[in-house]
C-alpha cells in the first residue's frame, strides 16, 4: 500500500486501490491534495474476537469504571456499589463491548492508588493492572466529573505515562449528567480535565448512557486504523474471519464448555483459576473472601474453548449480610445456575482437622447442581499440606473416605469423580481438564432409541421382578434431550412405574453407558388404548372428562 501510495504521488496522479474480502470492504483512496489514505468503515461484528484491538478502563476508585463497563458490555455483570472507602473491584476481568457497530475487547481493572504500601491488596492489584497494559492497545482513563480533578487523578496519569508511554489514552469524565444545567461547569471541569495533558476529555455517564456517542465517535477513528494495521499484518482473509461466520453446525459436546469453580471462602478458589489459566489472572492471598466478583476468563484446552467462572466464596446469605458482599454471595448463586460443569473446591486441610469432607454449605452446593441438571466434579485442594511422614497415614485416609463420603451425602448421583491437587504447586492441572471434559461428554451424550430399546429388552430380562403379573409393561424407551441426559419411558395403560424400578433403570443407564458423575431424568408417559380405529390415545384425566393428551410425570434422578 505504501508503494501504491508513492506511485500515486509520484506521477502526479490520483487512484482507487480496491481490496475486498468477507471480514473488510476497504476502499483506499490515494491522493496529491491530501496524501493520506481514505478509507470505509471496518466491519467488526466479522472480526475474530481473538484480533479485536483490547481497550482498558483505568482511573482511581469509586469513579465508575465497573458500571461503564456493564455499559459497553450491555450486561450487569461487575458489581457495582458505592463504596469509596471499601473497593468493590479487586481482579481484572474482559468481555466483548458492543458500542453501537463497534467491537473490542474491554477490560475492568481495579481502582489504582498508586501510593498503597507495598505488599498490600492495593499495591497487588496496581501490579495486576499494569501487567493488563502492556497487552492492550488503548486506555479510557476515567475521572469524576462531579468532584473535578482530584489530587489522585494526577498521580494515576504520571502512573500511566510511567507504566504505558507508548498506549492510546482516552480521559472520559464521568457522572457528568449533573453538570448539564446551562451553567459553567462543565466547561470548568473539561478545562480542568486538559491539565493532565491526554487531549481533549469527554463528558459521560456511564449509569444514564450521556456521552456514549461521543465516546464512539472518537474510538471508532484509532481501532479502524488498528484493524487495518492488522489486516496488513495478517494479510489473510482466514485469519481475520470471526470464527462464528459461515461455520458448520458441531456437535453439542464440541460445543464452549461453561466452568464455574465454587466453594467456600479461601479454600484456593482463586489459585486453581490461575493455574487452569497458567497466568496470574486473579487476586490471591491469605486473606479470605479476597475474590468479591465473579471472574470470567476464556481459554483453549486441547483444541476446546473453555468460558471459566471464579465465583466469590459461597457463604449463606443473612440479614446481617450487606452492601458488597451481599451482591458477591447472589452473583455466585446466578453463576451456578449458568455453568453447565460445577467444580467445587475443598479444602484438605480443614477436612483433616474437622474429619468430615464437606460443610453444610458445601452440600448445599452439591445438592444444588444436581437438582440444577448440572455436571458435578469434587476438587480436594491443598493436599502439599498433607505431605510428610507424620501425615502419610493422613494423607491415604482421606483419598480414601472422601469419595465414599460425598456418594454418602449425595446419593442422587453415583460416581462423581473426585480430584486430589496442589493448585498453589500446579499439581493435578490436566487431571481436573480431564475429569471436567469427561463429565461435560457425558453431560451431552445422545443415545438412539434402536439402542436403548434393545438394551431396555437385556435389562427387563435381568431385573427380578416381585410379581410377574404386576409388571409395567414398558412399550419403548428413548432420549427426548441432552445436557442432562432426558429419557422418556412410554408405559401401557394406567400403570406407573415404581421408584424401585426407577432406580433399577438409572443404575443400569450409568453402568452400561458409563453416565456416572451426572444426573439423569426419567420421564413417564403413559399410552392409553387406541379407540375408535382411529389411532388416538384416549384417557381419562382422573376427573371424569375424556382426553386425548398423554399423561406425564417426571422423576429426576
Not at 471496518?42 to 483505568?58: A, G, M, R, S, Y
Not at 477436612?351 to 437438582?371: F, G, L, P, Q, Y
Amino acid at each position: 500500500m505504501k508503494l501504491l501510495k508513492w506511485i500515486c504521488i509520484r506521477f502526479n496522479t490520483n487512484c482507487t486501490i480496491k481490496v475486498v474480502n468477507r471480514a473488510f470492504s476497504t476502499t483506499l483512496q490515494v491522493s496529491e491534495k491530501y496524501g493520506a489514505f481514505h478509507q470505509k468503515p471496518v466491519d467488526f461484528t466479522k472480526v475474530n474476537k481473538n484480533l479485536l484491538p483490547t481497550v482498558v478502563i483505568v482511573g482511581r476508585p469509586n469513579v465508575g469504571k465497573s458500571a461503564l463497563f456493564n455499559r459497553l458490555i450491555r450486561r450487569r455483570e461487575a458489581l457495582v456499589y458505592n463504596t469509596p472507602e471499601d473497593h468493590v473491584t479487586r481482579d481484572v476481568r474482559e468481555g466483548i463491548a458492543k458500542l453501537g457497530d463497534l467491537r473490542f475487547r474491554v477490560l475492568d481493572s481495579a481502582g489504582l492508588e498508586v501510593t498503597a504500601c507495598s505488599g498490600s491488596i492495593l499495591d497487588r492489584t496496581a501490579g495486576m493492572t499494569a501487567n493488563v497494559l502492556n497487552r492492550s492497545q488503548f486506555a479510557i482513563f476515567l475521572i469524576d466529573a462531579r468532584y473535578g480533578l482530584h489530587p489522585l487523578d494526577l498521580e494515576v496519569g504520571k502512573w500511566l505515562r510511567r507504566h504505558a508511554p507508548k498506549i492510546n489514552r482516552i480521559v472520559a469524565m464521568n457522572k457528568s449528567e449533573s453538570l448539564f444545567d446551562g451553567s459553567d461547569s462543565l466547561m470548568s471541569a473539561t478545562a480542568e480535565a486538559y491539565k493532565l495533558g491526554f487531549g481533549d476529555p469527554i463528558a459521560i455517564s456511564a449509569e444514564t448512557g450521556l456521552g456514549m456517542q461521543d465516546l464512539y465517535g472518537v474510538l471508532r477513528p484509532m481501532l479502524e486504523e488498528y484493524m487495518h494495521q492488522v489486516l496488513i499484518d495478517k494479510g489473510t482473509e482466514d485469519n481475520i474471519l470471526s470464527e462464528d461466520a459461515d461455520s458448520p453446525e458441531v456437535e453439542e459436546s464440541k460445543l464452549p464448555l461453561q466452568l464455574a469453580i465454587v466453594g467456600r471462602p479461601n479454600v484456593g478458589k482463586s489459585t486453581l483459576l490461575n493455574t487452569l489459566l497458567q497466568e496470574e489472572r486473579v487476586l490471591v492471598g491469605p486473606e479470605a473472601g479476597l475474590t468479591r466478583d465473579s471472574i470470567r476468563a476464556e481459554f483453549e484446552f486441547q483444541g476446546r474453548t473453555i468460558y471459566l467462572v471464579d465465583t466469590a466464596g459461597w457463604l449463606q446469605r443473612t440479614k446481617q449480610e450487606k452492601g458488597p458482599a451481599s451482591l458477591s454471595i447472589v452473583q455466585s448463586r446466578k453463576n451456578l445456575m449458568r455453568a453447565q460443569v460445577i467444580a467445587l473446591v475443598l479444602d484438605a486441610e480443614e477436612i483433616a482437622k474437622a474429619n468430615r469432607s464437606m460443610t453444610h454449605a458445601e452440600v448445599v452446593i452439591a445438592r444444588r447442581a444436581v437438582e440444577e441438571g448440572r455436571g458435578l466434579v469434587v476438587i480436594v485442594n491443598k493436599m502439599d499440606l498433607l505431605r510428610g511422614k507424620e501425615n502419610s497415614t493422613l494423607y491415604e485416609k482421606i483419598m480414601e473416605a472422601v469419595p465414599e463420603e460425598i456418594q454418602t451425602v449425595i446419593p442422587q448421583v453415583t460416581g462423581i469423580p473426585v480430584v486430589f491437587i496442589s493448585a498453589l504447586e500446579g499439581r493435578g492441572r490436566l487431571e481436573v481438564m480431564r475429569q471436567v471434559i469427561n463429565t461435560y461428554e457425558k453431560w451431552c451424550l445422545r443415545l438412539s432409541t434402536a439402542h436403548l430399546n434393545r438394551w431396555l429388552r437385556k435389562v427387563i430380562s435381568r431385573h427380578s421382578w416381585k410379581n410377574k403379573t404386576a409388571q409395567t409393561k414398558i412399550k419403548y424407551f428413548t432420549q427426548v434431550k441432552s445436557r442432562p441426559p432426558t429419557f422418556v419411558a412410554f408405559v401401557s395403560g394406567k400403570a406407573q412405574i415404581s421408584e424401585t424400578d426407577l432406580r433399577f433403570l438409572t443404575k443400569s443407564l450409568k453402568e452400561d453407558f458409563d453416565l456416572g458423575g451426572i444426573p439423569i431424568r426419567i420421564m413417564q408417559r403413559a399410552v392409553g388404548k387406541n379407540v375408535g380405529g382411529k389411532g388416538k390415545s384416549i384417557k381419562s384425566d382422573g376427573g371424569g372428562r375424556v382426553s386425548d393428551k398423554r399423561s406425564t410425570s417426571a422423576v429426576i434422578i
